[in-house]
């Protein structure tokens, strides 16, 4: 079976050439079936944003190639492959757009379905019921202020407006970088909730960076753990069903010889 | 009385496309485009050349064409040269300074003596007679300001907007942001030199520094504008552009005729409502940063008598 994302010992390295050079990703490989939720823990730059970053085309990877849905990604620009890859950020601030309307902001994420529409078209009467009934999947009554400006939002709203977006037109990957871990826990929750509701719904592969670690072990089938840019523990299927967040800890001691040292992880 | 207020919306109409201009560059892109002043001129320019050849019609959108000309220019300096937008816009308006030479044949001023241009030519039409000029301004002012709101609500004006309020976000949602600002600009510089068009064909004159300043002065009518409308929406900023532009030329005509402040000091006190409307945020901030302090150490002072502080 054909994977859905294929990345192949892609390396990439900051300020090459200079005292400050880092290798933050060393020969780095991920393979995803269609349908996978990874959850992704690892210490202080161990290159889990940096692998995002890579894979949604903030830049390109110095070698290895990166396939998604069998598509060769590896030198499409960044626009261009948010087309096909949701993503969310751990600032709420960064996925929407503070003084456009919240149907203004839906329509930009509808956007990317909209291949062959014409540009100086509208947002029509049933591209606004579709919001609508998107909104009210929230459960946060947004679907009554429509057009309200995003920026009056909370951080909990903006966030699950956020999700809404990425997964508006199903991508065929879903990258959430701590995309909870900004929000009150109550919110937190929600908004998680939310994700797991919408990725399970839709059969959305995803990869999610956490510093929780039960969220970790309870949330998605398979776990990774990454250390100097490299994946050191890749857990699924009744190897992760057992695993306890301390087993976790033991296993990533044997693999790097370290601590898992990062200042934010929580371990319950 | 009425000859000063008809002149000034006479004056306000025609260069009120630069504040509307400016309005999608600052405002919805949030780029300050300084390719405005020779832009200005090189629409004047190829406005007032098309008139003296007997195409003033066709001079119009050739001089919006050549704005947007402009404007794609300093976009691509500064989106694909990775430019700063500033500098990018000083660099096209200079060159542009040598470009409005050419068009204007090598001399500094071209007048256009008994030819046609589209005022006179609405005028000959006779049913409006003194008012025929304000009349077409207005009518072109209010067509292009329908246009742009109304793009602005299109798929493509939401991605410019989205643009210039966060590009973060516009990258995770396959927006090209070359793209968007590229069209943003050419527009932007499309109506500036439209209103260099009017200006040109309506004194039927252009010169090589008619544009100076027409920046500053456009941010002024802007601001000016927005207090009177509020700057809420897409509508209002348009509008915004429009007022504001009005109400600067009535001030201006009220300097020129009653010397309250010489007009000498126009540009100086044009300059000192820019950076203070601009600086206002940050003043704001200031001043409840004061407050605040002030109130702490009475509050601190309170305190000490034995309250307990928080009512200070």
């Not at chain 1, 598509?71 to 709420?92: A, N, V, Y």
């Not at chain 1, 956007?111 to 100086?120: D, H, K, Q, V």
Request: proline fraction near 2%; glycine fraction near 10%; charge should be positive.
């Amino acid at each position: 079976m054909e994977k859905m994302l294929d990345v192949n010992e892609i390396s990439v390295t900051f300020n090459p050439g200079s005292p400050d050079a880092k290798q933050a990703l060393n020969k780095l490989s991920v393979h995803l079936d269609d349908g996978d939720f990874v959850t992704i823990i690892g210490s202080n730059g161990a290159g889990k944003s940096t692998l995002f970053n890579a894979v949604a085309g903030s830049f390109f990877v110095d070698e290895g190639s990166i396939f998604l849905g069998g598509q060769d990604i590896t030198f499409l620009e960044e626009h261009k492959r948010s087309r096909i890859i949701g993503r969310m950020f751990q600032d709420p601030l960064k996925g929407t757009a503070p003084s456009m309307t919240i149907e203004e902001n839906l329509a930009l994420a509808y956007l990317r379905s909209a291949e062959g529409t014409s540009p100086f078209s509208h947002i029509s009467g049933r591209d606004k019921q579709l919001f609508r009934e998107k909104l009210a999947m929230l459960n946060m009554g947004l679907e009554d202020r429509m057009k309200h400006q995003v920026g009056l939002l909370s951080g909990g709203q903006r966030q699950a407006l956020t999700l809404l977006m990425a997964t508006m037109v199903t991508p065929k990957l879903l990258l959430l970088d701590e995309h909870t871990a900004a929000l009150d826990p109550a919110t937190a929750d929600k908004v998680l909730e939310l994700t797991r509701e919408i990725v399970g719904k839709n059969h959305i592969t995803c990869m999610m960076i956490t510093h929780n670690m039960k969220q970790a072990l309870e949330i998605g089938n398979r776990t990774f753990l990454m250390a100097d840019g490299k994946i050191v523990l890749d857990v699924k299927g009744e190897e992760r069903k057992g695993l306890t967040v301390d087993d976790l800890l033991e296993k990533f001691k044997a693999g790097t010889g370290k601590a898992l040292d990062n200042d934010r992880m929580l371990l319950s | 009385m009425l000859y000063i207020l008809k002149t000034a919306l006479e004056l306000g109409l025609l260069y009120s496309l630069v504040p509307m201009a400016l309005f999608l560059s600052f405002r919805v892109l949030n780029i300050a485009d300084l390719t405005t002043d020779g832009c200005f001129v090189f629409g004047a320019a190829v406005s007032v050349q098309m008139a003296a050849i007997g195409q003033p019609i066709l001079g119009i959108p050739l001089a919006m064409a050549a704005g947007a000309l402009a404007g794609f220019i300093t976009a691509f300096i500064h989106t694909k040269m990775k430019v700063p937008s500033i500098l990018a816009g000083i660099i096209t308006n200079t060159g542009l300074y040598t470009i409005n030479l050419m068009v204007m044949g090598w001399s500094s001023n071209v007048s256009l003596l008994k030819k046609n241009t589209i005022y006179s030519m609405f005028k000959s039409l006779q049913f409006l007679g003194d008012w025929s000029g304000v009349v077409l301004t207005l009518l072109i002012v209010a067509l292009v300001a329908f246009l742009l709101i109304s793009f602005l609500g299109t798929r493509l004006g939401l991605s410019i907007r989205a643009t210039g309020d966060n590009i973060d976000m516009v990258r995770a949602s396959s927006i090209n942001p070359t793209f968007t600002i590229t069209v943003g600009l050419c527009l932007a510089n499309a109506m500036t030199a439209l209103s260099g068009a009017m200006v040109g064909q309506y004194q039927k004159t252009v010169d090589i520094n008619g544009g100076t300043g027409i920046v500053v002065i456009g941010l002024a009518c802007l601001i000016i504008g927005e207090t009177a409308t509020g700057r809420r929406s897409v509508k209002k900023g348009a509008i915004a552009a429009i007022v504001g532009s009005i109400i600067y030329r009535i001030i201006y005509a009220v300097c020129l005729y009653t010397k309250v402040i010489p007009v000498e000091f126009l540009k100086l006190l044009t300059a000192a409502i820019v950076a203070v409307a601009i600086a206002f945020p940050a003043l704001r901030k200031m001043a409840a940063f004061q407050k605040k302090k002030m109130e702490h150490t009475s509050g601190r002072a309170f305190a000490q008598k034995g309250g307990d502080g928080k009512d200070a």
